[in-house]
């Protein structure tokens, strides 16, 4: 799916302003959209998969206007919101038959194939007969994937889908979403972990307080802020001094030092040596009003 954003803007009745005149365009594979929480992520989503209106600006998903033809673009969407929750009563598999029958037209047999070879896809199979309710927090995202996915959308939209998971399901998360990629559907990824990213988008952009602050690609991202991080082993002093001056990445205690990683424009100390950046810095750097220093 091709979908073009263009001067998107979305003010709530209370007058904040969440999203500011987006512009993107937006192809198929995955697509990250990287933002620390409140910089208008979810907003934006709920925009795209018509449940909520902009307040201006459009969006043309193959060609077709977001608010004129609403009823055929829902049809090709498919969105596992942030607050994704589970009917209590119904079995995994029951779950999702009555997700099937509420976005398909297929016949019993059909479906419940279908369901299985979804359960298999996103390593439910085993569990089939367990209560939703009774996951594990893993598990209820991959349902939610598999929800998601059963009407066989064209655009997939995911809000936030690994906060809270531990280290090995957030890995299988997005192996599942790195499976997905390689099908010709649009697959729309919202997070701020950086690493959600890292490993599995090609296309991102940033937003931070509701604006565009880069879009490209992870590696474009990493390439602005080459030759701005800084390496040096300080003691409690020299570090304290420095924290207060420059946004700090990272820090490794060695030898009772510290070694540090900060971001900074010019050399920050005669011992600083420029590191090889990586995502995560570039996040940084892009968020430089939340340090109050100007970067860029
Ligand atoms: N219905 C609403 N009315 C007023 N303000 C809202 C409403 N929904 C969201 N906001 C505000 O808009 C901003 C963007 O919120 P949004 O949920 O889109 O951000 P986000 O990037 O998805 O962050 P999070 O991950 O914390 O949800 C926030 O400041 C939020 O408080």
């Not at 059909?110 to 369901?115: F, S």
């Not at 439910?124 to 598999?146: P, Y």
């Not at 939209?157 to 690994?162: L, Q, R, S």
């Not at 701020?192 to 296309?203: K, L, P, Q, R, W």
């Amino acid at each position: 799916m091709n979908i073009k954003i263009k001067g998107l803007s979305k003010i709530y009745p209370n007058g904040h302003a969440a999203i500011k005149n987006i512009n993107l365009q937006i192809g198929s594979g995955m697509f990250g959209l990287l933002g620390p929480n409140g910089a208008g992520k979810s907003s934006f989503m709920r925009i795209l998969v018509t449940v909520q209106k902009a307040t201006s600006g459009t969006i043309l998903m193959d060609g077709m206007d977001i608010n004129e033809h609403r009823h055929e673009i829902r049809k090709l969407v498919g969105y596992l919101p942030q607050d994704f929750t589970f009917f209590s009563k119904l079995k995994t598999w029951e779950f999702l038959d009555y997700a099937a029958q509420l976005s398909t037209s297929l016949k019993r047999k059909e479906r419940l194939a279908k369901v299985d070879k979804l359960l298999d896809q996103v390593g439910l199979l085993d569990v089939r007969e367990r209560m939703a309710n009774k996951l594990s927090g893993g598990m209820k995202r991959r349902l939610g994937i598999a929800q998601a996915l059963i009407g066989e959308p064209r655009l997939l939209v995911i809000d936030e889908p690994t906060t809270g998971l531990d280290p090995e399901e957030r890995i299988r998360f997005r192996n599942i979403l790195s499976d997905l990629s390689q099908r010709d559907v649009t697959i729309i990824l919202s997070t701020h972990i950086v690493g959600d990213i890292s490993s599995t988008c090609h296309n991102m952009a940033m937003l931070n307080k509701g604006e565009v602050a880069f879009k490209g690609s992870p590696e474009g991202m990493i390439d602005q802020v080459r030759g701005h991080v800084w390496q040096i082993i300080l003691d409690d002093s020299a570090f304290d001094s420095l924290k207060a001056k420059y946004p700090v990445v990272s820090t490794i205690p060695v030898d009772g030092k510290w070694e540090v990683q900060l971001i900074s424009n010019d050399q920050p100390h005669p011992d600083a040596k420029v590191a090889n950046p990586n995502l995560e810095h570039a996040y940084v750097y892009f968020m430089e009003n939340e340090f109050g220093v100007s970067l860029v």
